[in-house]
């Protein structure tokens, strides 16, 4: 029969352990910032439903704040205990319902956005961002970043028009400083469209800096800016 002194010094590097695949579990190396245009969200074959406070304003919607691993792969799903609160960003409502939008059928009020996005991606950064912080910090992100005006000052509009990859991508990094990666979608006729633009973040949320890696995908050499 064991000790109690063995089975103590056994309990304390279970504790041990277990803080230790904790800490691994939440350690992560950059987050990529991820917005996407409603435009082509809507103008796919699976469309979309508005919110029910309203169609959104034209301009980019928050998808997410992502952290992620230098070799390409991600956390997610990283702790739980610690589900989704709306009373813990109560103050914030309003501007994820402006900033943050959700788009996705049946109409919804973004409680299941957000919840979605805190759980999956949020709880992976909780070394960095509790929740509240979280979503504060990722609204900062959306106002120093500015796509839509960075697109417009190059004269690039959300006019149905086709315009060349290399140029949304100069006007993006002109604008916010650093290398966007781009990603498309196709509409319901099958043309390339731009969707959503990955901007990398540092582990504190706060500065935008060059990504380590981009994701994997690629659009064609023009592609549209569709209305909304």
């Known amino acids: 029969m064991e000790s109690k002194g063995s089975i103590l010094i056994k309990f304390l590097m279970f504790l041990q352990l277990s803080v230790l695949c904790l800490s691994q579990q939440q350690d992560f190396d950059f987050f990529y910032f991820v917005q996407q245009w409603p435009g082509s969200f809507c103008d796919s074959q699976k469309s979309c439903c508005y919110p029910t406070s309203g169609k959104p304003a034209a301009d980019f919607g928050i998808h997410g704040l992502w952290p992620n691993y230098r070799d390409g792969t991600y ?5 739980p205990s610690s589900p989704f609160d709306q009373s813990q960003i109560s103050d914030l409502t309003s501007s994820l319902q402006k900033n943050w939008p959700t788009l996705a059928c049946p109409s919804g009020d973004g ?5 979605h996005e805190w759980e999956k991606h949020g709880t992976c950064s909780e070394s960095s961002l509790k929740q509240h912080d979280y979503f504060e910090t990722t609204l900062n992100l959306k106002q120093k970043s500015n796509l839509l005006d960075a697109l417009t000052s190059a004269g690039i509009q959300a006019d149905g028009n086709s315009y060349s ?3 949304i991508k100069e006007a993006i990094q002109k604008g916010v400083g650093f290398t966007p990666f781009i990603q ?17 973040v540092d582990t504190s949320g ?10 994997h995908g690629k659009c064609g050499s023009q592609i549209e800016f569709p209305t909304f």
């Open 111 to 115: 409680i299941q956005f957000w919840t």
């Open 165 to 167: 990859l290399s140029s």
């Open 206 to 215: 706060t500065n935008f800096i060059e990504c380590p890696v981009f994701p």
């Open 75 to 79: 956390p997610s799903n990283c702790d």
């Open 184 to 200: 498309c979608n196709v509409d319901s006729s099958g043309n390339s469209q731009l969707y959503q633009v990955y901007l990398c």
